[in-house]
């Protein structure tokens, strides 16, 4: 049996946390994180959409609720105001994201479904933070190479989030580095793939698992090499790497 693109014998335990893809080894463990720490102070709204999220046929895309934490906590810290995010599914981290910029706080957000925005957007409406959002249905490459090419934009944002299509982290890289400010931050979703950037040649994986490793493989020795920023990679979710521009 399959868990989290690699096999596995015994699924008994699991977390409860639905398409989240634990790295931890103990799912007792991450469960008693959720249950002690994450969800007796998650906001109302972010709960409301986690459990709408849930029932989604697609949810193993949704950001983790102890992520979407890290995320309100880190925002909160660099006193982001000026933000985008490339990938928004449902929105559970575009409304942890919402939820903590001042009140005239900005989200570029840009995903190429709109209905999978739209299944969250009430409850992102009734959280009273929708007037700090813009969404742009389609792809995001097109986007941001016309901001380029404005030149308004470079180094402007405080705080950009990307989870997306991984086969194109590199190409976003290219385009970001020059919108988000010196001092701002970039975080890069699903850096640690399911586990499987150490998964030996034979593991078996799912098929999209594999697909991507490479593509992620290559993201995080960019992003090592690039000195244009420091980084910071952590287990949470499924990894995230953060990117501090220092040049």
């Not at 790295?23 to 959409?49: F, G, N, W």
């Not at 929105?91 to 299944?119: F, Q, R, V």
Request: proline fraction near 5%; glycine fraction near 8%.
């Amino acid at each position: 049996m399959a868990q989290n693109g690699v096999s596995v014998e015994n699924q008994a335990g699991r977390h409860q946390e639905v398409g989240h893809k634990s790295l931890l080894q103990s799912d007792a463990l991450y469960q008693y994180i959720l249950d002690t720490s994450v969800y007796p102070r998650e906001p109302e709204a972010m709960k409301e959409l986690r459990e709408i999220t849930a029932k989604h046929p697609w949810n193993i895309m949704t950001t983790s609720a102890d992520e979407g934490q890290f995320l309100n906590m880190l925002l909160k810290l660099i006193n982001a105001k000026n933000t985008m995010e490339i990938g928004v599914y449902t929105g559970y981290s575009l409304l942890a994201t919402a939820l903590a910029l001042p009140h005239d706080g900005k989200i570029l957000a840009m995903d190429i479904n709109k209905e999978n925005y739209e299944l969250g957007l009430p409850v992102i409406e009734k959280a009273g933070v929708a007037h700090k959002i813009e969404f742009r249905e389609g792809p995001a490459l097109p986007v941001l190479d016309q901001m380029i090419a404005d030149g308004k934009y470079h180094g402007t944002f405080d705080f950009i989030f990307v989870d997306a299509d991984k086969d194109n982290y590199i190409n976003y890289h290219k385009r970001l580095i020059d919108l988000v400010k010196v001092g701002g931050v970039i975080g890069y979703d699903n850096t640690l793939w399911n586990g499987s950037v150490v998964a030996p040649p034979d593991t078996p994986l799912r098929k999209y698992v594999r697909y991507y490793r490479d593509f992620v493989l290559e993201l995080n020795k960019a992003l090592a090499a690039d000195p244009r920023i420091e980084i910071c990679q952590l287990p949470v979710g499924d990894g995230i790497t953060l990117c501090r521009r220092i040049s």
